[in-house]
């Protein structure tokens, strides 16, 4: 038989899936892969009722319905004070993956050189590597996740096409700061490249902090893809409902690139999406603000086991060095071993390395009801005898 695609068969099954197979076998409590228990805002859900049986469910117009992209447009200009055009500026696709590989797809010619921070979203390296892109990496480093200057600015070159940022970043919960983007649009700018902004997490911000897209960032609204997701806002992962919005220019590729890995998304998902990003401002704080205490409450029962919490400023996710518990392995083996032996699964944070990594941390996920996190903490407890 002739082989497959090289690039794509390099890579082994994602550690989300991998671990949630696992969580499953083993009836364990599932920390790992990043989705709530819950089951999204009721409105929202009955908007979505609604329109399956009231609204036409053959396929959408290509760039979205225009109620959603009308949507997107007005929830940028009122939590960011960006302007856009819903019908030359906007995009639906399916789930933030999709905006970021139709991004990437029709961006990157092959030779192109890419920056990344890692550690890193898993999808970002194959469907880089796959359109023939060149990946710059750098590292923030734990436990305050500082954005490395120098090696940041070495890595631009003529050949850089663009920047991938994610903010707030997944795994590692950092909220890129005023400066730090300034200085990350100085390097876009000054090497006439441009930024994908996968920003799923922004409205997941914590201790008082606001989110600040890259996009607004002096000369950066014609350089920048925004991307956003309904899975994350929303509380609907299941759903895989994205959005973007970027100048003409940088949008006709990414449509060329969308018209043919999806072309649409299911219509009454985008309505319903659409109905939930002009619900009113208690909605969103409150997202934020119930995330925010269930963050301090596993922050506060791993730290009384014994393991070392990393900052976390926003994202759904809380990383824990475990090195102070006495356990010889690498982070793999420590979160199979906290799921077959404590009943609680996290994800090891070297799988967001491309090399090799920290490897003696593990990712929580909190976006939990609070019974379930006191119960993974219990367990957590027992098992390590404190
Ligand atoms: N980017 C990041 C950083 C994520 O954590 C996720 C999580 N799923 C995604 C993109 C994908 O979002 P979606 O489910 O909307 O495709
Ligand atoms: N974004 C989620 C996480 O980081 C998982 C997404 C997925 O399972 N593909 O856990």
Redesign the pocket.
Known sequence: MKSANSVLSSYGT?V??VM?RLAIEHGSINL????PDGNGPDDVRAVAHEALDSSPNQYPPMMGVPELRQAVTTHNKRFYDIDSNWQSETIVTSGA?EALAAAMFGLIEPGDEVVLIEPL???YMPIIQRAGGIPRLVRVEPPHWTLPRKELAAAFSNKTKLLLLNNPQ??TGKVFDDEELAFIADLVCGFDAYAICDE?YEHLVFDGLKHNPLMNQPGMRERCVKIGSA?KTFSL?GWKVGYAIASPALMAPIAKAHQFLTFTTPPNLQKATAYGLGKDDSYFESLAGDLQAKRDLIKTGLERIGFTAMDCSGTY?LNADFSGLGFIGSDEDFCRMITLEAGVTA?PVSAFYSGPGIDTVA?F?FCKEDDLLLEAIARLEKHFGT
């Open positions: 994602t989300f899936e949630s790992g892969q990043g989705f993956t979203y898993d999808s997944n795994p799923v899975g992962t996710f994800v990712r996920c």
